[in-house]
């Protein structure tokens, strides 16, 4: 495209009546503007190939993040699966899910907050966890959200646990909840906190 604009400078340099030839056959005007759509021209093919080039960049980049997080998620499958006494990782089945989805359906003017957290230091736990995270935020009304607890709590070490202010340990979202455990044949275990905010409750997975 450079080299089309640079076609007429060129012209009048090398033939010495070039200019008195071509205002004859095309004005400076039109070939003004001819010079002006070419410069636009060039430049949005410029701006269009570089656009092209960063986003297939881009492509590239979330392929390779997309692989490295299934590789990821994989051996942390794996360690689970080894570090497992039975060596079985814990994962809600079909029915499981059949059933905690009956118990936790909620009106259209209903929406729960909650968190689910894992111990520390337990891959396995924070597999059955994360498996239990995406079940539940995938029923209309309810958002989970939650990761491995930042230090130890012996009190979680084994079991399920249900933890939530004194006063609270049978508001509506938390009766759900324990009603939907129960249905599964997954027991929480109790536990009461005076300083938790009002209306918030958490899970925390233990180990087996």
């Not at 009546?17 to 070419?38: E, F, H, M, N, Q």
């Not at 979330?62 to 590789?71: D, I, M, P, T, Y």
């Not at 027991?187 to 300083?195: H, I, R, V, Y």
Request: glycine fraction near 4%; charged fraction near 25%.
């Amino acid at each position: 495209m450079g080299l089309l604009l640079m076609v007429e400078p060129l012209l009048d340099y090398y033939w010495d009546s070039y200019r008195g030839w071509a205002d004859r056959v095309i004005s400076r005007a039109w070939r003004t503007r001819l010079a002006i759509t070419l410069s636009v021209l060039a430049g949005f093919i410029a701006c269009f190939l570089a656009f092209q080039d960063q986003f297939h960049e881009t492509q590239t980049a979330l392929s390779k993040f997309n692989s490295v997080k299934v590789e990821r998620d994989e051996a942390r499958r794996q360690l689970a699966a080894s570090s497992n006494p039975n060596n079985i990782a814990r994962k809600l089945d079909k029915d499981q899910k059949a059933r905690m989805e009956m118990a936790l359906k909620l009106s259209p003017t209903e929406q729960y907050t909650f968190q689910l957290n894992s111990i520390i230091s337990c891959e396995e736990c924070e597999l059955f966890a994360q498996d239990i995270r995406d079940f539940i935020n995938e029923i209309p009304g309810w958002a989970v959200n939650g990761g491995p607890l930042l230090w130890p709590m012996d009190q979680y070490r084994h079991g399920i646990w249900l933890t939530t202010r004194v006063d609270e340990q049978h508001i509506e979202p938390v009766e759900k909840i324990r009603a939907a455990f129960a249905s599964a044949g997954i027991a929480l275990m109790p536990s009461s906190e005076d300083d938790m905010r009002s209306g918030s409750f958490v899970i925390v997975i233990g180990r087996p």
